[in-house]
Every structure is written in C-alpha cells, then in structure tokens.
C-alpha cells in the first residue's frame, strides 16, 4: 500500500499518478492522466441520435470524443445490456409490445430485449435500432474511441471478467454512484482506470470519501462543483469532471476554472470550445461562475 506522509509527497505521488499502483501506466490510465480537458460524449452524442444505441455511439466517434459514455444493467438472464433507466417505458417500445406499464430491464432476458425499438421514441429515422449489449457497445466504440462505462446495475465481477476476457480492462473507464461497486472494482483490478460518481452538495467530507474508494477520477454534477472543490480533487491526486453540461459558455467556464473533463450530450460543440479556450482564458461570459 503506499502511503502519503507530506503536502509534497502527495503532490509527487499525484505528479506519477495512477503509476504508483503498477509500473507501466494502462492506456486508459494515460488517457485520464492526460494533461488537456476530455471531452465526454453522454450517452453517445445523444443530442443528434437516441442514447445509448449504436448509431449514438458511430455519431461520437464522427465527433471525435475523447471517450464515449454509456450506462447498462443486467437483463434477467444477467447480460450486460445498455441503457440508463431500470424500466423500458421512456426509451423503448416495451409498453406497445408488451402490453405493460414499467416492465423492469432485469425482468427480461436478453433475448426478450432484443426485440425491442430503441429508436423510434427519438425519431421515425432510428426505427427498428435496437437495445446494444455491452459487449457490442464496445465492439462498436473501442475502434474509434475510449468507453466510459458506468455501471447502474450489475455486480463487479462480472464487468471484470468480461472486460478481461475481450481484453480490454486497461483501455476502459469505469464509474458508478455507488461507490461499493467502485471498491469493489478496485479490488478485482488494481490498475483499471476508475471514476467515483456523484450529485451530492460537493464538501471536502464527500470529496475525500470519492478519493478513497480507489478512483482516478471524481466526476461531479456541474451544479455542485466550484473551483475550490476541483483544487481539493487536484490535492488528493485526482482528476475531476463534470456532468452533464450542454451550455458553451458554462464549459469554457469550468476549463478556466481548472476541470479536467467534460461530460456533454454535444461533444462536437464542446471539442470547438476547448479548442478556442484551451486551457486559458473563457472566450467569453463571467469565468468567476465556476470560481465562487
Ligand atoms: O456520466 C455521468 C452521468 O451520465 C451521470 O448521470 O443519470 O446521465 O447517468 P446519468
Ligand atoms: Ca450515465
């Protein structure tokens, strides 16, 4: 275990970052330890095509986000299936189909999932677009970019072994609210690049618990993080980002302000803004909103 007895000897542990667990840092481990902000894609670029479906993803990587997020639970007969609520009803046809209200993902087996629209609730133009599997979410994304899976239902060992059998537990980001599963994440794999999740009022109590399940990165709602809080993420060695934010000007804000990545439902309007604010100044709006 390594410990941390001094203000610099935690900057210097910070300096090599997530190399203190292993030698060699992951890809992934260097895609978060990246100096420049990251560009996130919510969802896939789910502003321009339905979340979390395969054509979703293909418009990220043609945005060229740095990675690419998406959310799965378990089917009934325990595959990992993507998607961000625990019901089918809102992005779904499951209602029509099935004749009820609220059917539970982890009440059907994949099979059943399968047959079900994804698409359609988002345009006529995305019929017949199905419900992706993990597996064929990263089949998809990996080629042209980096997953950012975030776990709402599932058990940790299952992720690991899946990720390890397809090879790709160094070239992968996992996040979670709960913040067990990301212990646990942890414990099955020293070195996979991990974010602890949260909406919560963002106080130094809170911040420090997010470092201590083991993430690499503290990935926060814009709405509660300031600058204050993004120096105290930076103290304990960590990266920080946030979701979810659309706005240009609240993005050139959060650069200014020291954030390390952008979690974002338009990735290519967000890719322009870092390219005009780098690291510097907002190009334009109160650059204080971020820093009180
Ligand atoms: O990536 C963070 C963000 O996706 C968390 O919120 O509800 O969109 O999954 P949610
Ligand atoms: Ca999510």
Not at 46 to 71: Q, R, W, Y
Request: one cysteine or more; aromatic letters at 4%; glycine letters at 8%.
């Amino acid at each position: 275990m390594v410990r941390c007895f001094s203000g610099i000897g935690c900057l210097m542990l910070a300096a090599v970052g997530m190399t203190a667990r292993g030698a060699e840092p992951t890809p992934a481990q260097k895609l978060v330890a990246s100096p420049g902000v990251l560009i996130v894609a919510h969802r896939g670029n789910s502003s321009i095509a339905p979340e979390n479906t395969l054509p979703a993803f293909a418009k990220a990587l043609e945005a060229k986000s740095d990675l690419v997020e998406l959310d799965y639970h378990h089917s009934a007969d325990g595959v990992p299936i993507v998607i961000h609520d625990d019901n089918l009803d809102r992005t779904t046809n499951a209602q029509e189909l099935l004749g009820k209200e609220k059917v539970l993902v982890v009440d059907l087996p994949a099979g059943e999932l399968a047959r079900l629209d994804a698409g359609l609730w988002f345009s006529d133009k995305f019929r017949g677009t199905r419900l992706p599997t993990l597996l064929e979410s990263l089949d998809a994304i990996q080629p042209g970019s980096t997953t950012l899976i975030e776990r709402k239902a599932g058990d940790a060992a299952t992720l690991i072994k899946l990720l390890e059998r397809q090879n790709l537990l160094d070239r992968v980001v996992v996040q979670a609210f709960d913040w067990e599963f990301v212990k646990a994440c942890r414990e099955l794999s020293p070195s996979l690049a991990l974010g602890a999740l949260s909406g919560k009022p963002a106080t130094d109590e809170q911040i420090r618990a997010a470092a201590a399940t083991g993430a690499d990165v503290i990935v926060w709602n814009h709405e509660k993080l300031r600058k204050p809080q993004i120096d105290f993420i930076h103290e304990l060695g960590k990266k920080a980002w946030v979701y979810t934010i659309d706005d240009p000007r609240r993005t050139a804000e959060f650069i200014e302000a020291g954030i390390d990545g952008i979690i974002t439902n338009k990735p290519a309007t967000m890719i322009d803004v870092r390219s005009v604010a780098g690291r510097g100044a907002a190009p334009s709006g109160d650059s204080q909103a971020v820093g009180r």
